[in-house]
C-alpha cells in the first residue's frame, strides 16, 4: 500500500510538470522534498513516465550533489566547514553533535531517521561563523553546548508531536 501511494505521489508531480522531459529537474526536485530522497524504483519510474533512459535519470540524480540517492533524517543538519567556520572550531561542534545523536561508524543518520549530520564546504554565512543549517533554519556563532540545546530542543517537540499524535487515535 506505501508502495501504491509512493506511485501516486510521483505521478501527481509527473502530471504537474505535464510529463516534460526537460522538467526532470523540478520533478527529481519535488520528488526529494516528498520522500527526503530518491528511491531507485521511483527513478526509475519517472523515466518510464516521462519515456526517457533510467540512465539519463540516474546521471542527473547523482551528477548534481543537491540530490541523495539514500535515505535523510526529518532533520537535515549540515555544519559548515568554510573557511571561517573551520578556524573557529566548526569540526569540534560536528563531533559534539554527532556525539549527541550516538552516531558513528560512518553513519550520517540517526536510527529514528530523525536527524542527518553532514558537513559542507560553504553555507555562506561567514559572519555567522561557526554556522550551521538545519532543514532551512541557519544557526550562528555557534558554540558545541549551542548546538546542542538546539538538537535537545528539536527532541523534546519531537517527542511532544508524538504523544499528541498517539493522543488523538
Known sequence: METLRKFERVLEIVDQNGRQ???LIPILQAVQAEYRYLPEEVLTFIATSL???PAKVFGVATFYSLFTLK???KYHIRVCN??????KKSMELCKTIQ???RLKDGRDTTE???FTVETVNCLGACG???AMVINEEVFGQLTPEKAVEIIEDIIKKEAI???DSNGAQ
Open 112 to 114: 529514528d531517521m530523525l
Open 99 to 101: 556525539k549527541k545523536l
Open 21 to 23: 522531459p526537460s522538467r
Open 161 to 163: 508531536n508524538e504523544l
Open 128 to 130: 555567522l561563523a561557526p
Open 71 to 73: 535515505p535523510k533524517g
Open 51 to 53: 519515456g526517457i533512459s
Open 82 to 87: 568554510g573557511t571561517a567556520c573551520h578556524v
